[in-house]
């Protein structure tokens, strides 16, 4: 049982950075994989990066090389580092966690509320 909170998002304008953290609690273990996912009006939800227990990455290829996942596993949290935004990143952006290995697909256990991240032109 995991329950995932998710903060940071905004209105912020093309270009700029935002910081999204996602929070666990409950029976966390080191060894979960963690994700972050987004959803956008009328469009189904879709992958955005994700991070392993031993610390490895993968991205989407849209967010490739301006979005960051990384993890602190003492703080129980999730962090997505966006910078260089742009209009079509607006999403309801959600993290996501599941044992043990890292999945793009939305097969994942725990998820967050969302936190809504728009971005202006």
């Known amino acids: 049982q995991v329950q995932l909170v998710e903060s940071g998002g905004g209105l912020v304008q093309a270009g700029d950075s935002l910081r999204l953290s996602c929070a666990a609690s409950?029976?966390?273990?080191?060894?979960?994989?963690a994700a972050w996912f987004r959803q956008a009006p009328g469009k189904e939800r879709e992958f955005v990066a994700a991070?392993?227990?031993?610390?490895?990455?993968a991205y989407a290829d849209s967010v490739k090389g301006r979005l960051t996942i990384s993890r602190d596993n003492a703080k129980n949290t999730v962090y997505l580092q966006m910078n260089s935004l742009k209009p079509e990143d607006t999403a309801v952006y959600y993290c996501?966690?599941?044992?043990?290995?890292?999945?793009?697909?939305?097969?994942?256990?725990?998820w967050g509320q969302g936190t809504q991240v728009t971005v202006s032109s």
């Open positions: 996501a966690a599941r044992k043990y290995t890292v999945v793009f697909t939305t097969q994942y256990d725990y």
């Open positions: 409950g029976r966390i273990f080191t060894t979960y994989a």
């Open positions: 991070i392993s227990w031993t610390g490895s990455e």
